[in-house]
């Protein structure tokens, strides 16, 4: 098989487990939290002391009272979870697959800033991706390029 060959048939496969979740999850049915309401949750590899809610990071300060914050010990002694979530939820409409796609989800923008604030407490910096990522632009390359913009920078498929 050739590699184009390999590639359109990983591709394939790909989207076909996509469908075949996306189904699964429509006929789960609406969860027992509105999509608005859900917390947006990552671990920072320090201490729980030395993640404080008034002294965040910038991407999460500029959000200033509309966020909840939520701080505590990860799991398995793995650091701290810093959780966030709006205050003022958006209608259904607004947390649709066709809103996060369009780039409408009000979430979107909060989950790229608690990626940042996660980064900054980190290492000191949010570290960004080489650009361009390589020198030959292959079928897989832009497979790859096609999922990343999908991605929107939130890190989320």
Not at 14 to 26: I, K, M, S, Y
Not at 47 to 75: C, M, N
Not at 112 to 127: D, I
Request: contains cysteine.
């Amino acid at each position: 098989m050739s590699a184009v060959g390999k590639s359109l048939t990983v591709a394939g496969t790909g989207l076909a487990a996509g469908a075949f979740v996306a189904v699964r999850r429509r006929r789960a049915g609406p969860s027992r939290t509105d999509a608005g309401d859900r917390w947006l949750s990552v671990t920072i590899n320090c201490a729980p002391h030395d993640v404080q809610a008034e002294k965040l990071p910038v991407p999460l300060q500029e959000y200033g009272d509309r966020i909840e914050t939520r701080i505590r010990q990860a799991p398995g002694d793995r650091g701290t979870e810093l959780g966030v979530r709006l205050r003022e939820t958006a209608p259904d409409v607004a947390h649709s697959v066709p809103a996060r796609l369009t780039g409408a989800d009000p979430r979107q923008d909060l989950r790229r800033a608690l990626r940042a604030a996660k980064a900054l407490l980190e290492a000191g910096e949010v570290l960004e991706p080489d650009a361009p990522p390589t020198t030959h632009d292959t079928l897989g390359g832009k497979l790859v390029g096609l999922l990343s913009r999908r991605a929107g920078g939130e890190g989320v498929l």
